[in-house]
């Protein structure tokens, strides 16, 4: 019997002595496997029971399930917890998420800013949205566009109402609203563009949305016919094209008044030069097939002298008194750098100038005057382009799809 109860007493002292099991009232948690990791298998851990796990160093304490981690906290120091999936009990309301489609609904008139992290959306009780900034609210629901504290840009109003709209590189990835009760003509997008970029537009009232520059896979102008119709503008690298499911072509109204019957027209394009101005034989002007941006022709300008050499366009169509609301055509510099374009005092009211991009040089770039208070002072007054004093003989520059908009 005393060698029973000895043998027993050793195998307890050896469990107990050497066992790293978590114990509180003698309820053990656990104990080593073979690998040294702690395990805890088919346990309970009473309800006043209080456990402090430490990892050190770059150390992390990983819950697995089937050898697989399904949460690790600690890891590198960096205090954070790694889940690598959740799923939400309905009803449970112990985790909040922030949506970038419905933001979390907070009082900002009585919660402070500095208790979330700046760059959070949080919606008021007004449905505004305000965004955290340098640990306050700033209002970010139409907003201009503009810097504020912290250099963060604010959203913009995606209305516009008036009869006329020029949409630019921060319409990029936005929808549009057109609301007018009367047609809204919207421009040719200015600015920069790759090939990917888009613009969405929608007709939010009776009035049509008219897109008076040629998709350029279709070679047609379209327009919407119906409220709430929407319309997709996708940049190819090259020019504009749409999708829409209720538009239609049109032909532009009276307002675009360019009639140049030449291979720059895009409302009459002719395989010709017609109404274009040699300045005495110092630039020839030829028709040529080479990659037109607008249907199949394009107006070739070839420097005959060195130096700087201009040579001239009659905006036939525009008469004289015109008031201008905006000049925009297609330009390509193909031998030579440092182009300008001009509208000279004398045919306009004062002189105004446009440079052709040297960076773009061999690709075609719009060139936009729409500058306030332009007027003609002549019937036909010209468009000039113009070579730098360093200007070569044989020179070459490309013209295409000449628009001119009244006012």
Not at 336 to 350: A, Q, V
């Amino acid at each position: 019997m005393k060698k029973i109860l000895f043998f027993v007493f050793f195998l307890c002292f050896h469990f107990f002595g050497h066992s790293q099991g978590l114990y509180r009232g003698g309820n053990s948690l656990g104990g080593n496997s073979a690998s040294g990791s702690l395990e805890l298998k088919n346990q309970s851990i009473p309800n006043d029971t209080t456990r402090v796990i430490n990892t050190v160093n770059t150390g992390n304490l990983d819950f697995k399930q089937d050898g697989t981690t399904v949460i690790r906290i600690g890891g590198n120091n960096d205090n954070a917890v790694y889940i690598s999936g959740i799923e939400a009990v309905p009803g449970a309301e112990a985790i909040e998420f922030f949506s970038a489609f419905r933001p979390k609904q907070v009082d900002v008139g009585t919660v402070s800013a500095s208790t979330y992290a700046d760059g959070v959306i949080v919606r008021a009780l007004d449905d505004e949205l305000y965004m955290v900034i340098s640990s306050s609210w700033v209002k970010v629901t139409n907003q201009p566009v503009g810097s504020v504290s912290g250099g963060t840009s604010l959203i913009v109003d995606d209305t516009f109402t008036g009869t006329t709209y020029q949409p630019t590189a921060v319409d990029t990835f936005r929808i549009k609203y057109g609301r007018n009760v009367n047609d809204i003509d919207v421009s040719e997008p200015t600015g920069s563009y790759v090939d990917g970029h888009y613009m969405y537009f929608v007709q939010d009232s009776t009035g049509r949305l008219q897109f008076p520059f040629k998709d350029i896979r279709k070679d047609k102008y379209v327009r919407t016919t119906k409220e709430g119709a929407v319309v997709l503008w996708h940049y190819t690298g090259t020019g504009w094209t749409s999708i829409c499911g209720a538009c239609e072509t049109y032909v532009p109204s009276v307002g675009y008044v360019y009639l140049g019957a030449n291979a720059a027209d895009p409302n009459n394009e002719v395989d010709g030069i017609a109404n274009t101005d040699d300045n005495g034989g110092d630039v020839t002007f030829t028709s040529v097939a080479t990659d037109p941006y607008d249907g199949t022709r394009v107006l070739r300008i070839v420097t005959n002298i060195a130096g700087s050499v201009d040579g001239g366009i009659p905006l036939v169509g525009v008469e004289n008194g015109d008031a201008i609301q905006s000049i925009s055509f297609r330009a390509k510099q193909v031998v030579g750098l440092s182009w300008t374009t001009r509208l000279l005092s004398g045919d306009w009211n004062t002189t105004y100038q446009r440079n052709v991009d040297d960076g773009l040089a061999g690709t075609w770039e719009q060139i936009v005057y729409n500058d306030v208070g332009m007027v003609a002072q002549v019937d036909s007054p010209k468009l000039t382009i113009r070579t730098t004093s360093g200007g070569s003989i044989n020179d070459e520059f490309h013209i295409d799809e000449i628009i001119v908009v009244l006012e």
